[in-house]
């Protein structure tokens, strides 16, 4: 006997729990409250094919494609680091310009200086 009404009890705590889910949604679809308006306008739009289809090309194209919003800034970095590499090197011809013309005017200077070259009898000294 008791085995019979646990199982009975059983089936009617399952149709008691169906029937106030039941109740539930259906107070949610009728009911005024703003929030579950939202959440099924949401819910509606979510599901809809052609939202959905933009939806997932466009997360495509930002974050998978070859030109995603990564490779490109990326490659922004990369341009910035050419650039500032640019700067650098036409600062250093500009000097390496200056030191041949310098290089040029005064050879005897640049010789005695970088390879200690000295007249016949004269004496060098190195200070350091």
């Known amino acids: 006997m008791r085995r019979l009404s646990r199982q009975v009890s059983a089936k009617t705590l399952d149709i008691f729990l ?16 703003k929030v579950f308006k939202y959440i099924r306008r949401g819910a509606q739009l979510l599901l809809n094919k052609y939202i959905l289809a933009v939806s997932i090309f466009v997360v495509w194209l930002l974050f998978f494609d070859k030109n995603s919003i990564i490779t490109q800034w990326s490659l922004k970095q990369t341009i910035h680091q050419l650039e500032d590499e640019k700067a650098y090197l036409h600062e250093e011809i500009v000097l390496t310009k200056e030191m041949k013309e310098d290089l040029s005017q005064n050879r005897e200077k640049y010789a005695r200086e970088k390879f200690f070259m000295k007249k016949p009898g004269e004496r060098v000294f190195i200070i350091e």
């Open 18 to 33: 169906i029937f106030n889910v039941y109740i539930i949604s259906c107070m949610m679809k009728n009911s005024g409250d």
